[in-house]
């Protein structure tokens, strides 16, 4: 199933390593998910500079097996 969200990385992450904290974070807050894969990430202008290291948030468009949590 496709799905939007938002989630944070590090700022200074590069697109691999970047990807990789981003599937954790939504795997993270969405445990019925399965086989996350990134499809998509654009980023925004919010930085949370309380903290360390700081983190962006990003616009993810992603792909994975089984239910997200409810909102």
Known sequence: ??????AYAAVELDDGPRDDALIR???A???GLTNV???GVT?????????RPHMRRYN???VADGTPAAT
């Open 1 to 6: 199933m496709r799905y939007e969200g938002a």
């Open 25 to 27: 974070y939504i795997e």
């Open 29 to 31: 807050r969405n445990p």
């Open 37 to 39: 894969r990134v499809m």
């Open 43 to 51: 980023w925004t202008e919010f930085v949370n500079t309380r903290a």
């Open 60 to 62: 993810v468009t992603y």
